[in-house]
Nanobody, 125 residues
């Protein structure tokens, strides 16, 4: 059974930092492109960042470029999202997802086959 479990969300003040993690089990982690999505209240879920199988290639949404860093540790079956200079517009539930595809920026939800339950990130003014 595949499980993706996010952790590390919470409440942070604007300008602060937070790191969320995604622990994977039940799959060959290094064989999946991993991605972070987020969904703010009243909005559709959107891509945040993705990381390739080896971690060597990353992609970011324009809204987080330069502030967020995605990474993975295949030895620990874990993916991370380091978030800096947070602002209230970053408030959302953050989801990790796994895709069997690669070689391009996987921005669409339908390209991902496994999803975590989400972790709430709230940025106060």
């Amino acid at each position: 059974q595949v499980r993706l479990v996010e952790s590390g969300g919470g409440l942070v003040q604007a300008g602060g930092s937070l790191r969320v993690s995604c622990a994977a089990s039940g799959l060959t982690f290094s064989g999946y492109t991993m991605g972070w999505f987020r969904q703010a209240p009243g909005k559709e879920r959107e891509i945040v960042a993705t990381v390739s199988y080896s971690g060597g290639t990353t992609y970011y949404a324009d809204s987080v470029k330069g502030r967020f860093t995605i990474s993975r540790d295949n030895a620990k079956n874990t993916m991370y999202l380091e978030m800096n200079s947070l602002n209230p517009e970053d408030t959302a539930v953050y989801y990790c997802a796994a895709s069997p595809y690669g070689g391009r920026w996987l921005r669409r939800e339908l390209e991902y086959v496994y999803w975590g339950q989400g972790t709430q990130v709230t940025v106060s003014r």
